[in-house]
């Protein structure tokens, strides 16, 4: 069985990459949202044309954006969803509500300080985790059956 992951969510650290190093050997693929933060903001305007208005600017971007993020999103059996420490990620609320709306199994990463900030899109998933290891942990089970030594 290949599982079809999508990363989304924080893009400050390198929780994605543990994921993907600690996947290896299982059959997982993998998408995300583009995690280059300048090439994500400004990827409307560079496109379509400069905006004098920061509100248009960001709307182009988030726009473009969105397409890539849907499509990863609809086309995965499983999102995980990462809250980060330092900035509120919007768009991850976003996607782990889009998640949910079409079924797709849920995976929230974050802290346990932000257990009651995001109790609503918790109790969406099918199972909330606090570091990238227990992703890869719960992967491994789902894919193979085994649980951690």
């Known amino acids: 069985m290949t599982l079809r992951v999508y990363l989304s969510g924080e893009i400050h650290t390198d929780w994605r990459e543990q994921i993907i190093e600690g996947s290896q050997g299982l059959d997982v693929q993998f998408d995300s949202p583009v995690t280059d933060h300048d090439a994500s903001d400004d990827c409307g305007v560079r496109i379509l ?3 004098p208005n920061k509100f248009w600017h960001d709307h182009k971007g988030a726009k473009l954006n969105a397409i890539r993020t849907r499509k990863g999103i609809e086309e995965a059996d499983v999102v995980v969803v990462r809250f980060g420490e330092k900035y509120k990620q919007w768009n991850a609320a ?6 949910a709306a ?4 849920l995976i929230v ?7 009651h900030a995001l109790k609503e899109v918790d109790a969406a998933a099918l199972a909330v985790a606090e570091e990238p290891a227990q992703v ?3 992967l491994r089970y789902v894919l193979t059956g085994t649980l951690p030594a």
């Not at 976003?94 to 998640?99: E, H, I, N, Q």
């Not at 990463?109 to 257990?115: E, K, S, W």
């Open 136 to 138: 890869v942990q719960m």
């Open 49 to 51: 044309g400069a905006e």
């Open 109 to 115: 990463l974050h802290g346990a300080d932000h257990q």
């Open 94 to 99: 976003f996607d782990a509500g889009y998640a």
């Open 102 to 105: 079409l079924g797709k199994s």
